[in-house]
């Protein structure tokens, strides 16, 4: 039986970004991508992360001298409903996965803070200076802390039919996702000629108690292990028959095209002024207004600074856009005019 023949898809090239990449923050791109892929990945990883990511929260305490969440605390400014919400916002990094346990004893006038809480080899408090409670003269405070891993938000487990605990537990609500915020944009990018693929940023904010590269690995891990038992006969072998888009040289800023991607684009155009785009009154007093003089300065603008421009507006974006698409360009091309000017010398001396 002859074996099917498949077309080979883009592999993007993925990278952070290392001027802003952080314990809690970072700035990942992937591109080029299949067009239309840009919308679908993100949109996926954006749920996964926001919900499918596993973290450790404390999910019940023992505070003593007290049974339940509404009493008061002798010796104490705040009452046990105010102490139980701050303990809530502790970030706890785990590194086995395990339950554990933490605990607090203070003696005397102070304001209690993460940092004087005890905790097991394994845990870790990110938040140190979170403050938990404040102790007035002559005023204790004991606590003994309860952490599980989960994902996602997890109501107080309280037992049913109980409402006070043999031990004076208290349990909480426990939001486990070290995962704060996730967005995404989906750009246009050029392969050679071709200028529909995808471009996707995705930017990620966690608690701090794991790294957007890590939640972005455990992420893609779910959503692997849930596709694949979608498969209904052997997986096609697209790794294999892919290849990785080229790498570009780097950039403080962002990626720049090698000469050789300039193929088939009008230099001489580039390096002119943008009258000869034969642009409405409107959008062309925008651009000159706003310094884009030539048509090199505006391929090189992405759209998001060109809406910033003072009065120009989507319909004027709309209106570049397809005057550039009818001769090849587009906005985002991030090109270099030592690379034109090298290129068209490069043409020049094939001619003589």
Same mark, same amino acid.
């Given at each position: 039986?002859?074996?099917?023949?498949?077309?080979?898809?883009?592999?993007?090239?993925? #990278?952070?970004?290392?001027?802003?990449?952080?314990? #809690?923050?970072?700035?990942?791109?992937?591109?080029?991508?299949?067009?239309?892929?840009?919308?679908?990945?993100?949109?996926?990883?954006?749920?996964?992360?926001?919900?499918? @990511?596993?973290?450790?929260?404390?999910?019940?305490?023992?505070?003593?001298?007290?049974?339940?969440?509404?009493? @008061?605390?002798?010796?104490?400014?705040?009452?046990?409903?105010?102490?139980?919400?701050? &303990?809530?916002?502790?970030?706890?990094?785990?590194?086995?996965?395990?339950?554990?346990?933490?605990?607090?004893?203070?003696?005397?006038?102070?304001?209690?803070?993460?940092? =004087?809480?005890? @905790?097991?080899?394994?845990?870790?408090?990110?938040?140190?200076?979170?403050?938990?409670?404040?102790?007035?003269?002559?005023?204790?405070?004991?606590?003994?802390?309860?952490?599980?891993?989960?994902?996602?938000?997890?109501?107080?487990?309280?037992?049913?039919?109980?409402?006070?605990?043999?031990?004076?537990?208290?349990?909480?609500?426990?939001?486990?996702?070290?995962?704060?915020?996730?967005?995404?944009?989906?750009?246009?990018?050029?392969?050679?000629? =071709?200028? =529909?693929?995808?471009?996707?940023?995705?930017?990620?904010?966690?608690?701090?108690?794991?790294?957007?590269?890590?939640?972005?690995?455990?992420?893609?891990?779910?959503?692997?292990?849930?596709?694949?038992?979608?498969?209904?006969?052997?997986? &096609?072998?697209?790794?294999?028959? #892919?290849?990785?888009?080229?790498?570009?040289?780097?950039?403080?800023?962002?990626?720049?095209?090698?000469?050789?991607?300039?193929?088939?684009?009008?230099? =001489?155009?580039?390096?002119?002024?943008?009258?000869?785009?034969?642009?409405?009154?409107?959008?062309?007093?925008?651009?000159?207004?706003?310094?884009?003089?030539?048509?090199?300065?505006? @391929?090189?603008?992405?759209?998001?600074?060109?809406?910033?421009?003072?009065?120009?507006?989507?319909?004027?974006?709309?209106?570049?856009?397809?005057?550039?698409?009818?001769?090849?360009?587009?906005?985002?091309?991030?090109?270099?005019?030592?690379?034109?000017?090298?290129?068209?010398?490069?043409?020049?001396?094939?001619?003589?």
């Amino acid at each position: 039986m002859t074996k099917k023949k498949y077309q080979s898809l883009t592999i993007p090239r993925l #990278s952070w970004n290392k001027s802003t990449l952080s314990r #809690s923050s970072g700035e990942l791109t992937a591109q080029p991508l299949e067009p239309g892929f840009g919308i679908t990945l993100g949109n996926a990883l954006r749920r996964l992360l926001l919900g499918g @990511v596993e973290g450790s929260a404390v999910t019940s305490v023992i505070i003593k001298g007290v049974n339940n969440e509404f009493s @008061v605390l002798s010796g104490v400014v705040e009452d046990a409903m105010q102490v139980a919400l701050n &303990i809530k916002e502790l970030v706890i990094t785990n590194k086995t996965g395990e339950p554990g346990k933490m605990s607090l004893s203070i003696q005397g006038a102070r304001t209690v803070r993460a940092s =004087d809480i005890t @905790v097991d080899d394994h845990l870790e408090i990110v938040n140190k200076d979170h403050a938990i409670a404040t102790v007035s003269a002559g005023g204790s405070l004991d606590i003994e802390f309860f952490v599980e891993s989960g994902r996602g938000y997890q109501p107080a487990k309280w037992p049913i039919g109980q409402a006070l605990q043999e031990d004076n537990r208290i349990y909480l609500d426990a939001m486990f996702s070290p995962v704060r915020q996730v967005t995404f944009e989906v750009e246009k990018t050029r392969v050679g000629r =071709d200028i =529909d693929y995808d471009k996707l940023i995705l930017n990620i904010q966690t608690d701090g108690s794991e790294s957007p590269a890590d939640v972005l690995h455990y992420a893609i891990s779910v959503m692997r292990t849930q596709l694949e038992h979608f498969l209904s006969a052997s997986e &096609i072998p697209f790794n294999e028959i #892919s290849a990785v888009a080229q790498e570009e040289p780097k950039s403080e800023e962002r990626p720049v095209q090698e000469p050789a991607m300039l193929s088939g684009l009008p230099l =001489d155009l580039l390096l002119k002024s943008i009258d000869d785009l034969e642009l409405s009154v409107r959008a062309h007093n925008c651009l000159m207004n706003a310094g884009i003089k030539r048509v090199l300065d505006l @391929v090189n603008l992405s759209e998001e600074e060109g809406l910033k421009i003072k009065n120009f507006g989507r319909k004027s974006l709309t209106e570049v856009k397809e005057n550039m698409k009818s001769l090849g360009l587009s906005f985002g091309m991030n090109i270099k005019e030592s690379d034109i000017k090298k290129m068209i010398d490069s043409r020049e001396k094939e001619q003589k």
